[in-house]
């Protein structure tokens, strides 16, 4: 009997270690993008925060010094962390809102609703592309739909929406408020996956439409809310090709952004230990941000295990 137990312990080990041969093989490919493409990236990048490096020269290590710049006397990087904060805090709303209310549109039985699924999703597809950046600039230029519709209304503007510092910023978050497809179509999922009866239990006590949205469809969808919410938090800070292309981060750097004063930075300038500095320190923002949502989930996020 003991015989068969060792010899049975035995096989287990052998197929255990068989196994795991198959899974690490497996896992290769992805294993050698992530240390190329990633680990070995980003450990030459917190080295080259503690240097002074311009590419074309070795790094010069100088510590901490490139992190106290940057928090003490830097005043483009308190411009662009304020333009970019204001940009999540209005477009990651407004761009949330819009969705949901699309999501509830198409969240019915009707001949053809696919096919407007699918246009209302084409703009996050093609949104955050080049083309589409200058197509926007050209609609908000001087010479552009927009502002031939203000003077034909009679309302006269010196400067052109993305020309003017105090709107700006306005039109780059409206290209980002449009850019709401993907949301919507996480929204829809998540509708879909509220059951009817809830619903009609409802309308049977009299609850009205809006009590029901309220009441059933608002608490239900927390989670997915939650987890749209992160999303364009984090994308919103990263924001770049719209700033880049639209405004060049002007005017008066009323637009610029923090990823694009990375990118000035590092190959506009040549900081690049700077620039790395810089990335780690949004990295550092990504991380804090996500963190203090994850901690406020349970006041508010509702699962139906719980």
């Not at 030459?44 to 240097?51: E, G, L, N, P, V």
């Not at 999703?121 to 519709?149: E, T």
């Not at 969808?221 to 002007?250: A, C, V, Y």
Request: net charge positive; charged share 10%.
């Amino acid at each position: 009997m003991a015989m068969r137990k060792a010899k049975s312990l035995q096989e287990t080990q052998h197929y255990s270690a068989k196994d795991n041969a198959v899974g690490y093989l497996l896992m290769t490919p992805w294993l050698i993008g992530f240390i190329l493409m990633w680990a070995i990236p980003a450990g030459m990048s917190i080295y080259y925060s503690f240097t002074d490096y311009n590419l074309l020269s070795a790094p010069n290590w100088v510590g901490f010094q490139n992190y106290v710049t940057i928090l003490t006397t830097d005043t483009n990087f308190r411009q662009a962390l304020f333009v970019t904060l204001g940009y999540v805090f209005v477009m990651v709303p407004l761009r949330l809102i819009f969705a949901l209310f699309v999501a509830n549109l198409l969240n019915k039985k009707h001949v053809g609703m696919a096919m407007y699924r699918v246009l209302y999703y084409v703009p996050s597809i093609i949104g955050g592309s080049i083309a589409v950046s200058v197509v926007w600039k050209q609609i908000f230029g001087n010479q552009g739909v927009i502002m031939s519709l203000l003077e034909r209304f009679g309302i006269e503007q010196e400067y052109s929406l993305v020309g003017n510092p105090r709107t700006a910023l306005f039109v780059i978050i409206l290209m980002g408020v449009w850019q709401f497809g993907s949301s919507m179509l996480i929204f829809l999922s998540g509708l879909k996956q509220i059951p009817d009866a809830l619903y009609e239990s409802a309308a049977m006590d009299g609850a009205t439409p809006i009590q029901r949205f309220w009441k059933i469809t608002i608490p239900m969808l927390t989670p997915t809310i939650f987890f749209n919410l992160i999303q364009q938090i984090i994308n919103g800070l990263r924001i770049f090709t719209e700033s880049k292309i639209i405004t060049d981060g002007g005017p008066m750097n009323s637009t610029l952004t923090y990823v694009l004063y990375l990118y000035r930075t590092a190959f506009t300038n040549f900081h690049m230990g700077y620039s790395c500095a810089l990335a780690w320190i949004m990295v550092l923002i990504i991380g804090l941000a996500t963190v203090l949502l994850f901690k406020t989930q349970k006041s508010w996020v509702y699962y139906e295990a719980q």
